[in-house]
């Protein structure tokens, strides 16, 4: 029996759970990003232990130290939400050391997993450009009643305040040092906090600020990592195998 096999079904298991919680709540539960990367880990030391294999002994924990990095790196630059980054780690712990089909890649398992994820997001991206388009609605941007916020939620304009007036500033541009408070911070990757949310309500009610704010869309990018797993598990290295097609080498 080939071994491979039971980290991997954990991960698409685990994966279609995440695509389904993400999708409908926006949110991929902590327990089961953190169950997937427990598994991931024991599972291959005991494994390399077993096999006196010390690189299959760690290929958990190198896995899940890799895609957390890679993860930091997106969430820290506001591409990706905290639960992309945890169930990222989570599939890097369960496929480090999964043998695919087609062989071993070009590249590390993480990056062959986020590079397939990019690929498969492409068409959904399309779609949903096009959804919106049609709608009328932007692709990157909503606005929302200030009194509709949510803890997290992530502003794409800054709300201040100078010599006792509120104002507003384009959010391309950076935070200026003469401002006496700044209400939000659209370069904050975590999104707004439960004091600022409270602040810019408060704001609202006395009636010192309009009741709308411009915030950045949220893309979903579980179904995308979902899809990447599904991708590398029966196929593999998708990236390459286009690349290579493209150029006539297959």
Known sequence: M???????GVALVGSS????????????????NYSMIVIGIVFYLLLGISRIDLMV????????????????????????????????????AL?????????????????????????????????????????????????????????GMIPAETIYEKDGAISRHNSR????KGWDKVYTNPRRASGLTRYQVGALKNLVKTKKIENRIKLKKGLPFGPALAAGAFILVIFGDIYWTLLLSLFGYI
Not at 101 to 111: A, D, Q, R, S, V
Request: contains cysteine.
């Open 173 to 176: 541009l950076s935070l200026r």
């Open 2 to 8: 080939n071994l491979d096999f039971i980290p991997a």
């Open 95 to 151: 496929l480090f050391g999964y043998s695919m089909p087609l062989g071993n890649p070009i590249y590390p398992i993480p990056l062959t997993l986020l590079f397939n994820s990019v690929i498969a997001s492409i068409p959904v991206l399309v779609v949903y450009t096009v959804v919106c388009s049609v709608r009328g609605q932007g692709v990157l941007y909503e606005e929302v009643k200030i009194t509709d916020l949510k803890e």
């Open 57 to 92: 002994a760690i290929s958990g924990i190198l896995g899940a130290g890799i895609c957390f990095v890679i993860g930091y790196v997106l969430w820290f630059t506001g591409g990706w939400a905290g639960g992309d980054v945890k169930l990222f780690t989570a599939l890097g």
């Open 17 to 32: 759970i995440a695509v389904y919680t993400d999708m409908r709540w926006r949110i991929i539960p902590n327990r089961l």
